[in-house]
Nanobody, 119 residues
Framework: EVQLVESGGGLVQAGGSLRLSCTAS????????IGWFRQAPGKEREGVSA????????NYADSVKGRFTISRDDAKNTVYLQMNSLKPEDTAVYYC????????????WGQGTQVTVSS
């Protein structure tokens, strides 16, 4: 069973920054594209950003383009999400998983990390 552990969330004022980390206990971590997702209260979980396995190509939701940067360190089985110029609408619980088409590769989600942006 793959374990996903997200960390780095917190309370920050609008315009501030946070760096999230996602560590996965999976063999051949570098074979997987990894994505960040978020879920705000009363809303569906949505994809935020993802990074491919080979080449490290990245993509971002329009709402975070230019503000968030995803990166990975395969030696540490870790993916990061640098979040700058945070807005109150970024408030959510952030999760990571391995996007696989319309689903995800890892059956169980981690506990997530809470990001709260005050105005």
């Amino acid at each position: 069973e793959v374990q996903l552990v997200e960390s780095g969330g917190g309370l920050v004022q609008a315009g501030g920054s946070l760096r999230l980390s996602c560590t996965a206990s999976v063999f051949s971590f570098d074979d997987y594209a990894i994505g960040w997702f978020r879920q705000a209260p009363g809303k569906e979980r949505e994809g935020v950003s993802a990074i491919t396995s080979v080449g490290g190509s990245t993509n971002y939701a329009d709402s975070v383009k230019g503000r968030f940067t995803i990166s990975r360190d395969d030696a540490k089985n870790t993916v990061y999400l640098q979040m700058n110029s945070l807005k109150p609408e970024d408030t959510a619980v952030y999760y990571c998983n391995a996007p696989l088409g319309v689903t995800v590769a890892f059956q169980y989600w981690g506990q997530g990390t809470q990001v709260t942006v005050s105005s």
